[in-house]
């Protein structure tokens, strides 16, 4: 236990009994550690950095590609006439 956690459990075993105190400490450790599992699954894992790069690249020369093909027609279709 941290410094401040043996502080509370000394707050709460004057309150209540000794494994009242340790109850409490135990359901908060818990509730911070729910907590810190929930921000970790919103973060982006290594891998998955990658593959957003990836796909952003891919989308990225797809489009670059469509333009190239749109501009060739319309020059094409211009000297047609």
């Known amino acids: 236990m941290s ?4 502080k509370i459990y000394e707050m709460f075993k004057t309150r209540f009994s000794e494994q009242e105190a340790s109850l409490v400490i135990e359901y908060f450790e818990s509730k911070a550690e729910e907590k810190i599992q929930q921000k970790k699954e919103t973060f982006l894992t290594k891998e998955d950095k990658i593959e957003l790069i990836r796909t952003i690249y891919i ?5 670059f590609l469509a ?3 749109s501009v ?6 211009m000297l047609k006439k």
Do not use: K, P, R, S
Request: aromatic residues 6%; charged residues 5%; glycine residues 12%.
């Open 3 to 6: 410094a401040l956690e043996l």
């Open 72 to 77: 060739l027609l319309i020059a094409n279709f």
């Open 67 to 69: 333009i190239v093909g």
């Open 59 to 63: 989308v990225g020369l797809v489009q």
